[in-house]
Nanobody, 119 residues
Framework: QLQACGGGLVQAGGSLRLSCAAS????????IGWFRQAPGKGREGVSL????????YYADSVKGRFTISRDNAKNMVYLQMTSLKPEDTAVYYC??????????????WGQGTLVTVSS
């Protein structure tokens, strides 16, 4: 299973680092995606990283502010979020699948961690 953590309440302009931990399987062969769902809105892709970490992708809305990374030795993936805006408020989920993609099927989903950005 996957577990996302690191969310919380932060003021606009602040930073948070989300972590995604896997248990029961190794992340080495999985691409990881971070997705979010704001209140009353659909789920949107935030960032993707290939299994090797060589390829990363970002939604236009977070490009230049968020950084995705992974440490396969620790079986962890991270999402460093800076310059946070109120519109970043959402539940953030991590997901693991065979191929990175905004619409790709993912085999595992974390339970989500709430990020609230106050203005």
């Amino acid at each position: 299973q996957l577990q996302a953590c690191g969310g919380g309440l932060v003021q606009a302009g602040g930073s948070l680092r989300l972590s995604c931990a896997a248990s029961g399987f190794t992340l080495d062969y999985y691409a990881i995606g971070w997705f979010r769902q704001a209140p009353g809105k659909g789920r949107e892709g935030v960032s993707l990283i290939s299994s090797s970490g060589a390829m990363t992708y970002y939604a236009d809305s977070v490009k230049g502010r968020f950084t995705i990374s992974r440490d396969n030795a620790k079986n962890m993936v991270y999402l460093q979020m800076t310059s946070l805006k109120p519109e970043d408020t959402a539940v953030y989920y991590c997901a693991a699948g065979p191929v990175e993609g905004w619409d790709s099927p993912y085999d595992y989903w974390g339970q989500g961690t709430l990020v609230t950005v106050s203005s």
